[in-house]
């Protein structure tokens, strides 16, 4: 096993590897830039190495300086968590040829699922059904359109490269084909630097259910069941589950079946992600397999009871998964993804310092989050704060206590999520798990209303009266240094006061 692992990534899941780290008795190195020299994860890692100013280009995705940071401290491996390098093939080689571990798949695995058309390729290749489409970039609009008229409109212009929702464009008729395929070019050489694109058939009304896979270095490819992640707004999740209410355990062996087989042809090594949608048949369609650790990890991980991070490791150190092949389901669990934006303004991103932070606990309550009371938030990085998970016997109890914590999770001093996903959580088709992809778009008007001014004048003044409360009752944080190893100092620890009493009665009517 390793001694010391270097976590090349920043907020909550750079704090969820290091508490991996901890908990099987490896030293953990964190890195940051200058936003940064404040935050969570470089306080709970052993060591912090400074790698340079706050935008990202010149700090967490340089890659040769990580490499650098982890050779100086003597890390053997790296963990690149999601996001920023975790899926470079060229930084996977790189921490290779430098003698190091890169926690996650060979360099190789991630080039053959680096491009959709590729792993659409290799996809077909091992049998694994894929949405109807092409495998190659298109070359024209006139190619696009007789390739469009073998299965009929509406479809899918997609980026080759992409990732996050960019690059997508949906088709409904020839005449708009043409703008629609100059417009997603455009947007993939910006986002990608690569403006191949392809077509797909446009899917109506599926789910998005993903096979999380995990593989160790012996020839052992395991499926872990399925996630619904159907609940999106412009392509991207929103709230995640595990399992589905449209996967029965017969439908969950296939689909992990042909979830192993992509993975195999991959020659895939570590934890991974098959995506698919489901249609209302039953019938699923491989869109793309993520190389890396996913976001909406935690609810596999409550559900199975594998602590897919952890596993991570130990098969990256070259250890044998002990599971056996067929792995069900216990219970339910939800995740809401907390983020930086304001649902009643567009999902308007929110800057600024986080006041107060009240977290939710008790039974089945799980917090993976990246911020802390006197937290500022600004625009370098992604908006996504936390993730606050939940557990129950039953979807319907899992529901109830989600929107139980959502209500005690109080957050001060910038716009969030909270209040969306309370709304979904009171939703009547949400809780039969009425869902598909398209779902949110159609529903996010009713669900998410604008605030009345007397709530903002209300939350103002909550913000305004804890100001003047931490000045009077406690420290403040002090420079980069100063807390290292001295967990809480740039924490607001003040006792209860009245201004927190407010924000409690704030909260019970609904208010941040
Ligand atoms: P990205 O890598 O940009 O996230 P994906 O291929 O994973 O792109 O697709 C993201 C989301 O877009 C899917 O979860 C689904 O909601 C929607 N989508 C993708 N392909 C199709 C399709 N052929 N038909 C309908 N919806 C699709």
Not at 221 to 240: A, F, T
Request: proline share 5%.
């Amino acid at each position: 096993m390793f001694t010391k692992v270097l976590v090349a990534n920043r907020g909550e899941i750079a704090l969820r590897i290091i508490r991996a780290c901890q908990e099987l008795g490896i030293k953990s190195v964190a890195v940051y830039s200058d936003a940064d020299a404040q935050a969570p994860h470089v306080r709970e890692a052993d060591e912090a190495v400074h790698i340079g100013p706050a935008a990202s280009s010149e700090s967490y995705l340089r890659g040769e300086r990580i490499v650098e940071a982890a050779k100086q401290v003597g890390a053997e491996a790296i963990h690149p968590g999601y996001g920023f390098l975790s899926e470079r093939e060229w930084f996977a080689r790189l921490v290779r040829d430098s003698g190091l571990v890169f926690i996650g798949p060979p360099a190789e695995a991630i080039a053959a699922m680096g491009s959709k058309t590729s792993a659409r390729q290799l996809a077909i290749k091992a049998g694994v059904p894929v949405v109807p489409g092409t495998t190659e970039p298109l070359r024209d609009a006139e190619e696009a359109a007789e390739i469009a008229k073998t299965f009929g409109y509406p479809i899918l212009l997609k980026a080759a490269a992409g990732g996050g929702g960019k690059g997508m464009r949906v088709v409904r008729e020839a005449k708009d084909l043409a703008a629609s395929l100059d417009a997603a070019k455009r947007e993939a050489k910006n986002a990608f630097g690569d403006d191949a694109v392809y077509v797909e058939k446009y899917i109506e009304g599926p789910r998005h259910v993903e096979i999380q896979i995990i593989a160790d270095q012996h020839g052992t490819v395991l499926s872990l069941g399925e996630r619904e992640c159907s609940v999106q707004r412009r392509h991207q999740k929103m709230i995640e589950e595990a399992p589905s209410v449209a996967v029965s355990p017969e439908l969950r062996r296939r689909m992990g079946e042909t979830a192993v087989a992509a993975a195999r042809a991959a020659g895939y090594v570590n934890a991974g992600t098959c995506e698919f949608l489901l249609d209302k048949n039953g019938d699923f369609y491989f869109l793309e397999m993520n190389t890396r650790l996913q976001v909406e990890h935690p609810v596999t991980e409550l559900v199975t009871g594998i602590d897919l991070v952890q596993w991570q490791i130990r098969v990256a150190a070259g250890e044998k998964l002990p599971f056996p092949d067929e792995i069900q389901p216990r219970g339910w669990a939800i995740e809401c993804r907390i983020t930086s934006e304001d649902p009643a303004n567009g999902f308007l991103p929110s800057t600024g310092r986080i006041e107060y932070l009240h977290l939710p606990a008790g039974p089945g309550v799980r917090w993976d989050g990246g911020v802390e009371s006197g937290s500022t938030v600004g625009l370098h990085y992604d908006p996504m704060l936390a993730k606050l998970i939940v557990w129950a016997a039953t979807r319907d109890q899992a529901v109830a206590r989600m929107h139980r914590a959502l209500k005690e999770l109080t957050i001060v001093g910038i716009e969030t999520s909270r209040e969306f996903h309370l709304r979904v959580m009171e939703d009547a088709e949400f809780q039969r798990g009425d869902i598909e992809i398209q779902w949110l778009e159609r529903r996010l008007p009713e669900l998410v209303t604008p605030k009345a001014p007397r709530d903002s004048v209300r939350a103002a003044a909550i913000a305004a009266a804890l100001l003047a409360d931490r000045d009077r009752h406690t420290r403040r944080p002090g420079a980069a240094g100063a807390n290292r190893g001295n967990g809480g100092a740039s924490r607001v620890d003040a006792p209860l006061s009245g201004a927190d009493a407010w924000v409690i009665a704030g909260r019970r009517e609904g208010l941040r």
